[in-house]
């Protein structure tokens, strides 16, 4: 009889601690967090208790929850989140690429893992959700191994990159210690643009540097440097300065000085002095 009484009351602890291990995605706010807040409409009795969806585990490789009833759990009283339609539900802007996931959990419990699925491109929304939607393998996984998570749980995912437009990211928490799982759905957007682009660097020409010989031009983008000027630019000409062998005149830009006076210029000869032999014969 004392044997009996235990295992009545461990069935019984069992049953209570699967009923109150409830949570829901808080952010991005899931289909039937939504409804709790007032954004979705007309939802039924899931806007009361959002983190209720809880059905047998097997998703995607057993008949858990059962195709047409992937939103609701296949619970009846949920029913009205399994509505499908372009613009039947509220959806979240997201963007490719690591995002936070954030579940809350009003009752702990130990837990298997944490999987994320999402729609393929190119899914119809306006039919029941069904694992033909769906890319079967999760995008993301986190294996817990039994242990009591936070009320609070966060987990980064990578989205990926080729989405755009509407799509359903589908949540399992599923339990390590009961056959149960509980089923979250969230309803994104993705911009139209936000796949990424690689871009190209900004690479500026090299500047090419030239050393002029003499005589030579010396030639930029702007200025010209040297013997002939640019337009519009003020040159001054280079004096070129030469020395002048006995005899020969100098020449500079406005003097000439030698035997030879410049036009305009008064020039006096040089005096040429010569020493006399002595005592010449």
Same mark, same amino acid.
């Given at each position: 009889?004392?044997?009996?009484?235990?295992?009545?009351?461990?069935?019984?602890?069992?049953?209570?601690?699967?009923?109150?291990?409830?949570?829901?995605?808080?952010?991005?706010?899931?289909?039937?967090?939504?409804?709790?807040?007032?954004?979705?409409?007309?939802?039924?009795?899931?806007?009361?208790?959002?983190?209720?969806?809880?059905?047998?585990?097997?998703?995607?490789?057993?008949?858990?929850?059962?195709?047409?009833?992937?939103?609701?759990?296949?619970?009846?009283?949920?029913?009205?989140?399994?509505?499908?339609?372009?613009?039947?539900?509220?959806?979240?802007?997201?963007?490719?690429?690591?995002?936070?996931?954030?579940?809350?959990?009003?009752?702990?419990?130990?837990?298997?893992?944490?999987?994320?699925?999402?729609?393929?491109?190119?899914?119809?929304?306006?039919?029941?959700?069904?694992?033909?939607?769906?890319?079967?393998?999760?995008?993301?996984?986190?294996?817990?191994?039994?242990?009591?998570?936070?009320?609070?749980?966060?987990?980064?995912?990578?989205?990926?990159?080729?989405?755009?437009?509407?799509?359903?990211?589908?949540?399992?928490?599923?339990?390590?210690?009961?056959?149960?799982?509980?089923?979250?759905?969230?309803?994104?957007?993705?911009?139209?643009?936000?796949? @990424?682009?690689? *871009?190209?660097?900004?690479?500026?020409? =090299? /500047? +090419? &540097?030239?050393? !002029? %010989?003499?005589?030579? $031009?010396?030639?930029?983008?702007?200025?010209?440097?040297?013997?002939?000027?640019?337009?519009?630019?003020?040159?001054?000409?280079?004096?070129?300065?030469?020395?002048?062998?006995?005899?020969?005149?100098?020449?500079?830009?406005?003097?000439?000085?030698?035997? @030879?006076?410049? *036009?305009?210029?008064?020039?006096?000869? =040089? /005096? +040429? &002095?010569?020493? !006399? %032999?002595?005592?010449? $014969?």
């Amino acid at each position: 009889m004392k044997l009996k009484k235990i295992f009545i009351m461990s069935i019984i602890l069992t049953a209570s601690s699967t009923l109150w291990a409830h949570g829901y995605i808080k952010s991005p706010a899931s289909r039937a967090y939504k409804c709790a807040q007032g954004i979705n409409k007309d939802c039924g009795d899931i806007k009361y208790e959002p983190q209720s969806v809880e059905q047998r585990s097997g998703f995607p490789d057993k008949n858990f929850p059962i195709d047409g009833k992937l939103a609701s759990g296949g619970i009846q009283r949920f029913a009205k989140l399994d509505e499908a339609g372009e613009n039947r539900w509220h959806k979240t802007q997201m963007h490719v690429g690591d995002n936070n996931f954030s579940w809350y959990l009003t009752a702990r419990h130990s837990t298997a893992n944490w999987r994320y699925y999402i729609t393929k491109n190119g899914w119809n929304p306006n039919v029941p959700l069904t694992r033909a939607a769906f890319d079967l393998k999760p995008f993301c996984t986190q294996y817990d191994g039994g242990a009591i998570p936070k009320a609070d749980v966060s987990i980064i995912c990578e989205v990926p990159v080729d989405r755009i437009g509407y799509h359903i990211i589908y949540g399992v928490w599923q339990i390590a210690d009961t056959s149960n799982s509980f089923y979250q759905v969230v309803d994104v957007i993705f911009p139209d643009n936000d796949k @990424k682009q690689p *871009t190209e660097p900004d690479i500026k020409e =090299p /500047t +090419e &540097t030239v050393t !002029n %010989q003499p005589g030579e $031009l010396v030639v930029t983008d702007t200025t010209v440097t040297g013997t002939k000027p640019a337009t519009g630019s003020v040159v001054t000409q280079p004096t070129e300065t030469a020395t002048n062998q006995p005899g020969e005149p100098v020449v500079s830009d406005t003097t000439v000085t030698g035997t @030879k006076p410049a *036009t305009g210029s008064v020039v006096t000869q =040089p /005096t +040429e &002095t010569a020493s !006399n %032999q002595v005592n010449q $014969l």
